[in-house]
């Protein structure tokens, strides 16, 4: 079963609005999150690592203001997508590492959310 | 930065037939993954390889770690049609966690 799950699957929201994006490892404890984008029919990219207790670190070219990330807890990473505009619009997906720092760390993925600013 | 080079980037096969993609990458990694995504849905891991040289299998699919860790493949064999997705190499360097996506394969099956 999911060991990752991510909330909601799919949000429409109006041009200005905030939306917030909800990531839970369910049976393991997550310091770190990731925080992935992805457009139709390409890969992944990296937008931030989520830090339990920390700020987050976000790849270069990635608004912080914009993408506003909350590790509150070591189950739970928020992701707050502020003052949507239409080119906001994207896939977006969390991970967290199981056995983090171990040789056979695995990354594990939320189901995704489908994010349409209208 | 890194970079992952996965071929082919799109395959067109027939219900029962075997299947091969691979990732290549400028620089070494420590782990390679690969995972299968679905449409509308977050990537699954579908085999961890951790040694160079490894070969993991899982059911009809088989991953290899390449000797020199700058190379990885997966091979599906007698494939059906729900191995229809995109499948996605991964390699991870010396950040624990943070990974390097290839480009991802498109693969459909005929039945």
């Known amino acids: 079963g999911a060991v990752v799950s991510q909330h909601p699957s799919r949000v429409i929201c109006k041009s200005g609005t905030s939306v917030k994006i909800e990531c839970r490892s369910l049976d393991f404890q997550a310091t770190t999150m990731f925080w992935y984008r992805q457009f139709p029919k390409q890969s992944l990219m990296l937008m931030a690592t989520?830090?339990?207790?920390?700020?987050?670190?976000?790849e270069q070219g990635v608004e912080k203001d914009k993408f506003l990330i909350n590790h509150a807890s070591l189950t739970l990473s928020t992701l707050t997508v502020t003052s949507a505009h239409p080119e906001d619009s994207s896939f977006y997906i969390c991970?967290?590492?199981?056995?983090?720092?171990?040789?056979?760390?695995?990354?594990?993925f939320g189901s995704g959310t489908q994010l349409s600013v209208l | 930065g890194q970079q992952l080079n996965q071929s082919p980037q799109s395959m067109f096969i027939q219900e029962g037939e075997d299947v091969s993609m691979n990732c290549t990458s400028s620089s070494i990694f420590n782990t390679w993954l690969w995972y299968k995504q679905d449409p509308g849905e977050g990537p699954v891991l579908l085999i961890a390889l951790y040694k160079a040289g490894e070969l993991t299998s899982n059911g009809r699919l088989t991953a290899q770690f390449g000797i020199t860790r700058k190379d990885s493949f997966l091979n599906i064999s007698a494939s059906i049609p729900s191995d229809v997705g995109i499948y996605f190499c991964a390699g991870r360097g010396t950040s624990y966690g943070k990974l390097t996506f290839g480009q991802g394969t498109i693969l459909t099956v005929h039945p």
């Open positions: 989520s830090n339990e207790g920390s700020k987050a670190t976000y």
């Open positions: 991970s967290a590492p199981r056995f983090p720092g171990q040789i056979n760390e695995k990354l594990f």
